[in-house]
């Protein structure tokens, strides 16, 4: 059975920084894309980032390029979303999400197994 875990999730004020964790267990994670998603109340579940199997390349939002940076470590078959400069738009749940493909996509519904979420909420 699958399980992916998220935590780091929390308040922090605007300006601060976060990291989340994805541990993940029972798949070959380093035969699988990572990505990181989040949704806010009311709106879409959006594309923040991915991260090839490697971790040799990755691949983000517009909006948190420059602030956020995803990593992996396939020892430990975890995958982390460092989270800088924090603004208040960023409040969202934030969900790792696995793709069996090569490549990094955007769209979620190429996803096949997700975590059960962790909160960010960004104080003005």
């Known amino acids: 059975q699958v399980h992916m875990v998220e935590s780091g999730g929390g308040l922090v004020q605007a300006g601060g920084s976060l990291r989340l964790s994805c541990a993940v267990s029972g798949l070959s994670f380093s035969r699988y894309t990572m990505a990181w998603f989040h949704q806010a109340p009311g709106k879409e579940r959006e594309f923040v980032g991915g991260?090839?199997?490697?971790?040799?390349?990755?691949y983000y939002a517009d909006s948190v390029k420059g602030r956020f940076t995803i990593s992996r470590d396939n020892a430990k078959n975890t995958v982390y979303l460092q989270m800088n400069s924090l603004k208040p738009e960023d409040t969202a749940v934030y969900y790792c999400a696995a793709d069996a493909s090569v490549s990094i996509t955007p769209h979620r519904h190429d996803y096949d197994v997700w975590g059960q979420g962790t909160q960010v909420t960004v104080s003005s």
């Open positions: 991260i090839s199997r490697s971790g040799g390349s990755t």
